[in-house]
């Protein structure tokens, strides 16, 4: 999951607003008690920021995998 694939999963979650409010101030326990532009501004992939954002927040796991991604052209 690329930095734009997460922002866009995240917004997509939570909508834009909530979305920035989460990245900035919501602290990941699984991450070192970082948050999400803390644990990816030391490295730490976008993927599993994703994942730790949505342990924390509660989202359930049928909608962890996917999100972010362009919709196939077809």
């Known amino acids: 999951m690329r930095r734009s ?5 995240v917004n997509d979650e939570f909508g834009e607003a909530y979305a920035a409010v989460l990245v900035n101030d919501l602290v990941l326990l699984g991450l070192g008690e970082r948050t999400a532009q ?4 030391a490295g ?5 920021v994703w994942l730790a954002l949505c342990e924390t927040a509660g989202v359930p796991p049928d909608r962890r995998y996917g999100v972010g ?6």
Do not use: S, Y
């Not at 694939?5 to 999963?9: C, R, V």
């Not at 803390?38 to 501004?41: K, R």
């Open 5 to 9: 694939e997460f922002q866009q999963a």
């Open 38 to 41: 803390m644990a990816m501004d």
């Open 44 to 48: 730490i992939p976008a993927g599993d």
């Open 69 to 74: 991604r362009r919709a196939p052209r077809g």
